[in-house]
């Protein structure tokens, strides 16, 4: 039997060389290298492990907010558009063919500007047929009239039938009624003749044209609308989510056409129904002191901003934990961690609202709340903008 130093190979026969002793070796050698190469690979983690952990001791990195109390409460903008708080849709009062328009949009007019005119033909026959009326009606009053004065005094003398003086009295009081008639005839055809002429009623400007010269319109057909001059309102819709708080909130109108400047706004009027398609309700609010640059159609945003009689502050929903005892915060003070109660007035989609528990001035945690512990010792970072 061969023997040598590795006393665990023996050769099975006495064919046994020094090539075969040689591969032998090399196969155990192979099969041992993924071994050694996992095991490299754990002291190699090992060591990166200890390079990198915290020494025990060391204050944790933590991002903070300072604690700010403010009484504005909670704000939204609603888009519309400038209107003026009168407008009047103008039609004529007679029907006819329009011959003329005097005005287009833009247009300022004043009480009495002719806005249209119709053909007045038609209407002046009318108004020559009732004067004619009245002469006839005139002259019939004058001859019943000298009939009952005759028949007057051919009764006083005992030579004229009663029944004869009475319907002599009858037809003077039906030509009196005739004539009264035709008078009120006559009157109301000048009237409708004046109405050919379309004219303003007020101050203000044209926004809208609805007919032109050759059209025929019925009596009341809109022909130009006329924003009055006076009050302007910002017109806006409402979810029905702000109806119970518009009421209450402060109201401010910009421009987008000039946003710089913010004028001051009153709700006047809310529509007590919502719109069937949007399902919005449509609010009225009168812009103070708006002067001419707040045109009529303009681009308003009005934003409404809700009054809270207790001061609260805003803090980010990651800086809030509860732990089964209420609502509370990490603040730190001088290094340290303290859990501090707090009282929440509400929670919306990005913050709480914080009425008591800290003051002004503090620094609370607002990221990784869930993973500290009250006493930890902890640098600070501002949170980013």
């Known amino acids: 039997m061969f023997m040598s130093k590795h006393a665990f190979f023996r050769p099975e026969s006495d064919d046994f060389s020094f090539s075969t002793f040689i591969s032998h070796h090399r196969g155990a050698a192979r099969s041992w290298r993924p071994l050694l190469a996992v095991f490299g690979a754990a002291l190699l983690l090992a060591g990166c492990q200890a390079e990198t952990a915290p020494a025990p001791g060391a204050d944790r990195l933590v991002q903070i907010q300072r604690v700010t109390f403010e009484t504005a409460g909670a704000s939204r903008e609603f888009v519309g558009t400038v209107r003026a708080r009168h407008e009047t849709d103008l039609g004529f009062r007679v029907g006819g063919k329009i011959v003329a328009r005097v005005v287009n949009v833009g247009d300022r007019v004043q009480i009495g500007d002719v806005i249209a005119r119709l053909?007045?033909?038609?209407?002046?026959?009318?108004?020559?047929?009732?004067?004619?009326?009245?002469?006839?009606?005139?002259?019939?009053?004058?001859?019943?009239?000298?009939?009952?004065?005759?028949?007057?005094?051919?009764?006083?003398?005992?030579?004229?039938?009663?029944?004869?003086f009475d319907r002599r009295k009858s037809a003077n009081d039906e030509a009196e009624g005739r004539l009264a008639r035709a008078q009120r005839s006559l009157e109301l055809a000048r009237n409708q003749l004046g109405y050919a002429e379309l004219k303003a009623d007020a101050d203000g400007v044209i926004t809208t044209t609805l007919a032109e010269p050759g059209q025929v319109v019925s009596i009341g057909q809109p022909v130009a609308r006329l924003a009055h001059k006076g009050e302007k309102e910002a017109i806006v819709s409402l979810p029905e989510t702000w109806l119970s708080?518009?009421?209450?909130?402060?109201?401010?109108?910009?421009?987008?056409?000039?946003?710089?400047?913010?004028?001051?706004?009153?709700?006047?009027?809310?529509?007590?129904?919502?719109?069937?398609?949007?399902?919005t309700y449509a609010a009225r609010f009168t812009i103070a002191d708006a002067d001419e640059r707040v045109a009529f159609g303009m681009t308003a945003t009005v934003t409404l901003e809700r009054v809270r009689e207790t001061p609260v502050a805003k803090l980010p929903l990651s800086a809030v934990l509860n732990h089964g005892g209420g609502p509370a915060v990490y603040v730190v003070a001088d290094g340290t961690l303290a859990l501090q109660p707090v009282q929440v007035a509400a929670f919306t989609e990005k913050a709480a609202h914080v009425t008591s528990g800290i003051k002004d001035g503090d620094s609370v945690v607002t990221l990784g709340v869930q993973k500290l512990e009250a006493g930890l010792r902890v640098r600070t970072v501002g949170a980013r903008e």
């Open 119 to 164: 053909d007045p033909q038609d209407l002046r026959l009318q108004a020559e047929s009732a004067s004619a009326e009245l002469a006839a009606a005139t002259s019939s009053l004058s001859q019943a009239s000298a009939d009952l004065q005759r028949y007057e005094i051919l009764k006083g003398r005992g030579f004229a039938p009663i029944s004869e």
């Open 245 to 279: 708080e518009v009421r209450d909130s402060n109201a401010t109108v910009t421009l987008w056409s000039d946003r710089e400047r913010r004028y001051q706004a009153r709700l006047r009027e809310l529509s007590p129904q919502a719109d069937p398609a949007t399902r």
